[in-house]
């Protein structure tokens, strides 16, 4: 069964970056696919590959991780991006989402500035 979890940004803005880390690598070792609003800051993405890294093992093969950002993909006037940056800003990381989800679920995330594709496979059984 595929399960897929979302996770609203407000539920890790309060995280420090260890923990925010930790918080969505025990999602995904409980073979779901997490949905997070926003996206994790680029150390913390970096931290997530490092740690998923050091616990591979029989039974974990990994992650893989996707974030979209729709607003990027467009070319925007100078009020535009002055007020993306604004809402950056105050609202933080919250534009676009993030998939993380296991390598051994998931096959492949495709992308282009229309859609998002998620291909998965089954898991294997316990």
Known sequence: MLTLQ???HREIEGLDSIHRVNKLLKIVKEEKIILLEGRLKSHEETDLISKTMEEIDNKFKGIE???IN???SETKDVWQKLRSMFINMVLGDRGGF??????SII??????PNKIQLFTEESPKR
């Not at 993030?98 to 390598?103: E, K, R, V």
């Not at 096959?107 to 282009?112: E, F, G, L, T, V």
């Open 65 to 67: 991780l996707s974030a």
């Open 107 to 112: 096959k492949d995330i495709k992308k282009d």
């Open 98 to 103: 993030t998939i993380i989800g296991p390598a």
């Open 70 to 72: 729709p607003e990027s």
């Open 6 to 8: 979302f996770v609203p």
